[in-house]
């Protein structure tokens, strides 16, 4: 069996945290350490800033929003930081990279953050209540969140409960009561939470200085768990004939592109990070072209049946359990593969998106 020791892809978060910032400064960028506060106070979020503070384009390069997601964006950031400094950027152009956005996650191999909260549910525009669920995630929620502790045979009838499910519901249902997100079962996967999250918090702070002075953005938040193995998939919050799908295309080519509007591997969600940056900064001062970089892994079944574990074993079973161990380690697995050819193409890929992100703010290119 392969080991993560084997593989280019860190899953530690202490070591994934002393590359990037050994790397932001091998690589003479302006950095910042962000903690979570006296509760958390080893967990940080890191930045690295590269380029002139009034450039007109800016790369947005953000990472481990889903905590246990976190070590491929990780590593395509240190990566990148470790084979380029500012000489390598065009004039006019600046790279912001942002770390483990939910480091306990990182640090812990959750999806969520210490308060079970996923922050890429989180982010809701100004008013817009923390409260509601999509009306079949009530009837799943037995199902995807059982209130015991893990036993012999959760695996086990865990895989046909959830195929009968699906034929009951129809796919596209049950991927969005699932997945859309859901304000009323603090317990339960995918919830959005009950107010802003800490890291919600912290960027609400800290971000607008970061990235104001830009008149145009891109912004990839790394994640994987969603569409085929070893694929990358831009997800796009706006339709086909947008004119940010427009710059996307012609940035990325049409094939790993997912509009909102296209028949592909998402489904809707409220309160994602991209669409509260979009909004807090794009309307009416900048370009802002955001995109979910999704690196797909394993069968939705396998990644769901993984996280159901996983949520199981965090609520109901002792933290050094050897059950809590293994749901950690099949989760790790379900959306980091061991795998050194799912890591190296993963990271391949993550360096390809990064040089067009660049070109795509170049303010050299016409808008
Ligand atoms: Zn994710």
Known sequence: ???????????????????????????????????????????????????????????????????????LGSAIQSRWLEGNGPRQLPS?????????????????????????????????????PYQGSPPLYGTLDPLLNPAAPPGPWDALTFQPRALWTRSRYGMPAVKQAIAGGQYDYPRGLFFGGHGASLTSRILENHLPALIEPARRVIHLDVHTGLGPWNTETLLIHAPRSSPTCRRFVETFGTDRLSPMDADGVAYQTRGSLGDWCAHRFGVGRCTYDYACAEFGTYPAITVLSALRAENQAFHFADH??????????????????????????????GRDLMERAIVHVDPRRSP
């Open 1 to 71: 069996m392969l080991s993560h020791r084997d593989a280019p892809i860190s899953t530690d978060y202490t070591a994934a945290r002393d590359r990037f910032r050994r790397a932001a400064i091998q690589a003479g960028a302006a950095s910042d350490s962000w903690t979570l506060g006296p509760v958390e106070d080893d967990l940080t979020i890191d930045t690295a800033r590269l380029g002139p503070e009034d450039a007109e384009g800016l790369v947005f390069l953000s990472s481990g929003l889903h905590g246990v997601e976190g070590p």
């Open 92 to 128: 006019g152009v600046a790279i912001l990279m942002i770390h483990a956005l939910n480091p306990f996650g990182f640090a812990t191999g959750r999806r969520f953050d210490a308060e079970n909260i996923d922050l890429n549910r989180n982010f809701l525009q100004p008013g817009e």
């Open 320 to 349: 050094n359990s050897p059950a809590r161990r293994q749901a950690v380690a099949r989760l790790r697995e379900a959306f980091i593969p061991a795998d050194p050819s799912w890591q190296r193409r993963a990271l391949e890929a």
